[in-house]
């Protein structure tokens, strides 16, 4: 056993004079100057400005191109090469940036993967949230009515106050599935599932990883009109042959029959009280021999982290009237509905999967 000396008491360090550099809370502290810079820049296109051009381009450059004071632009983009977003250069007629490659795939536009969208909806929505966190803390409820003066008796309602801020939504939707859904839908071999219903499928990008990895089967999104609509005009085609729509509010209409029931990044928006009038619906209205797959991230049973999805459960205080969960809570939770046989396969990615049967 280590003696007293060998391990100091924090008051013991602080009442011998210990000194060290505190980074680690310094970083904390300057955490939302780095978010800030990054959705800046998004929001400005300098990503999207340096991917078209031909050659790297000068502060001058892209502040005439942007709009913005040659001043602050120079400092955004010397931020953005320290936070390793961009590549400086130091040419003869001074010194010119262009992307790196990580920029280039995941913050400008054009790209299949990019998370523009999620970042736009993390610094126009989210932030503002954010600035009311000990308030959230303090009441335990969502900060929408102080973020934003919307009435959030009904969640979604206020998520979706606007047409704008509901498209804003989908994008952000459709920027997660794009890197993680793949990984999700072959977490589990769901071959077998071959009539498929993906409550709350909103843009529909997950429908269609599920599709392309399962040709067999078919995907109705069952969402709100106002978002069926939406994704009908901007995220799902005609040529998306397999997969359909069903209007309708999950909480208040009755669920089509069907093999497999999707419910990505649902529960977590909601009580335990609520997650279980779902899930119940859903046993209820599942083929025998059928099945529910929770697609969300998990907390490990000893609350020890992950730290995403710590974070994830604090926004969903600000946000919701959820909590991020533990594989053994939606065991839980899946359990008072009726489901059976449940199974967790962790992808090693932000989301993980829990997959409950119904008996047949």
């Not at 008796?153 to 890197?179: C, G, P, Q, T």
């Not at 939406?230 to 040529?239: E, K, L, N």
Request: hydrophobic share 35%; net charge negative.
């Amino acid at each position: 056993m280590a003696s007293s000396s060998d391990t100091p008491s924090s008051a013991m360090a602080l009442s011998t004079g210990a000194t060290s550099y505190p980074r680690k809370i310094l970083d904390y502290m300057e955490g939302f100057l780095v978010s800030k810079t990054l959705f800046t820049a998004c929001e400005l296109g300098v990503f999207d400005l340096l991917l078209g051009s031909q050659s790297p381009l000068s502060a001058e450059e892209v502040s005439q191109a942007i709009g913005a004071s040659l001043d602050g632009t120079q400092r955004l983009l010397d931020a953005c090469t320290g936070l390793e977003l961009l590549t400086a250069q130091q040419q003869e007629q001074g010194r010119v940036y262009y992307n790196t490659v990580d920029a280039s795939r995941y913050l400008t536009q054009s790209s299949p993967v990019t998370l523009y969208h999620s970042i736009q909806y993390s610094s126009r929505t989210i932030y503002q949230c954010w600035s009311h966190l000990t308030d959230a803390v303090r009441e335990g409820r969502n900060q929408y009515e102080k973020a934003f003066g919307v009435n959030s008796e009904d969640l979604f309602e206020a998520l979706y106050r606007s047409d704008e801020e509901m498209v804003k939504f989908m994008h952000l939707m459709n920027s997660i599935w794009n890197i993680c859904g793949r990984d999700v839908v072959t977490a589990f071999d769901l071959s077998p599932f071959r009539s498929v219903y993906d409550l709350g499928g909103c843009s529909g990008a997950f429908a269609k990883h599920f599709t392309s990895a399962y040709p067999e089967s078919t995907v109705t999104i069952f969402d709100l009109p106002k978002v069926v609509q939406v994704s009908r005009q901007h995220f799902v085609t005609d040529g998306n042959q397999r997969i359909g729509f069903h209007e309708g509010d999950f909480f208040k209409d009755p669920l089509p029959e069907g093999d497999l029931y999707i419910m990505s990044r649902i529960l977590h928006d909601w009580t335990d009280q609520r997650c279980i009038e779902l899930l119940t619906k859903v046993h209820q209205a599942c083929k025998p021999g059928g099945g529910v797959l929770l697609v969300e991230a998990l907390l490990l049973e000893d609350g020890s982290g992950p730290l995403t999805a710590q974070l994830y459960s604090l926004n969903m205080l600000v946000q919701t009237e959820g909590r991020e969960r533990t594989a053994a809570q939606y065991r839980a939770l899946l359990d008072a509905a009726g489901f059976t046989q449940v199974q967790v396969r962790y992808t090693g990615k932000i989301y993980d999967v829990v997959l409950g049967y119904r008996q047949g």
